[in-house]
């Protein structure tokens, strides 16, 4: 199986993205006019025009899909995502699938690749590690994969799969296992996402220590909604993308041969 290099392979037409992350056209015309789609790098404007995605494109996408399939409405499902993806993207640039870590794991495989490399994209670290890796098994959670929960259809929380430390928030002493983002609220074309931060409000706890009191709690409102939630759901992010590239790299590989 061949790898991609810088260019065109690294790219993604509107039907490798739909079918790799289970959308259907009628799905992502739909995004696109509520401005919900992934950001295409080249193509018409218009409905039902030809587009071409880059792999953070591609990577929100598969988040979307994966939302979908877990029973989510496709706008809280898109809403979400692109919540999400602007979170990750100001702490690692796009969406974590997690290969960068797996490609510091196989150091040797990304030495004196050459200025052709496309170090900073996650389809080709994927993609080499599947040529270059013979027990590599994409396919399954790894160490460092980045979690979504959500307690019946309403609160979400992050965490990450195999952490096994507490992480530091809001000033709890203990630190949290899990860590409060959004609020869904209400259902179709009226859904919105409320921002944990922007329920508390300003997190200047010296200027405002009012809210280090409302953080707190609402801190245990998300937690206690996880313990006793009737339905939760419990989303691999990065096993979800990386899924989703070896559909891509699948349905590839017979043209590459």
């Not at 670290?125 to 599947?130: A, M, T």
């Not at 979504?148 to 965490?159: G, N, Q, R, W, Y």
């Not at 313990?227 to 699948?250: D, K, P, Q």
């Amino acid at each position: 199986m061949g790898r991609p290099t810088k260019g065109s392979e690294l790219q993604f037409t509107s039907r490798e993205l739909g079918q790799a992350v289970g959308l259907t056209a009628r799905n992502i015309g739909f995004l696109q006019e509520q401005r919900l789609a992934p950001a295409a790098i080249h193509g018409d404007a218009g409905r039902g025009g030809h587009r071409l995605y880059n792999s953070a494109a591609f990577a929100h996408a598969a988040l979307i899909g994966a939302l979908y399939l877990a029973g989510f409405e496709l706008m809280a499902a898109a809403r979400l995502a692109a919540a999400l993806a602007d979170d990750f993207a100001a702490m690692y640039g796009q969406l974590h699938s997690n290969l960068q870590n797996q490609a510091r794991a196989h150091r040797s495989l990304f030495s004196g690749v050459g200025a052709g490399a496309a170090l900073d994209d996650d389809f080709w670290i994927y993609s080499r590690l599947v040529d270059g890796v013979d027990d590599y098994r994409p396919d399954l959670p790894e160490r460092g994969d980045a979690i979504v929960e959500i307690a019946d259809h309403e609160f979400v929380l992050t965490s990450t799969f195999g952490w096994k430390g507490k992480t530091m928030w809001m000033g709890l002493k203990d630190g949290v296992d899990y860590v409060p983002e959004y609020r869904i609220v209400g259902r179709g074309a009226g859904v919105e996402l409320l921002s944990f931060v922007d329920e508390v409000g300003s997190l200047d706890f010296e200027a405002y220590p009012e809210n280090r009191v409302r953080a707190h709690e609402l801190t245990h409102k998300y937690l206690a909604a996880r313990e006793n939630a009737v339905a939760l759901t419990r989303l691999n992010m990065s096993l979800a993308i990386r899924n989703a590239f070896g559909r891509v790299l699948n349905e590839r590989a017979p043209l590459a041969a």
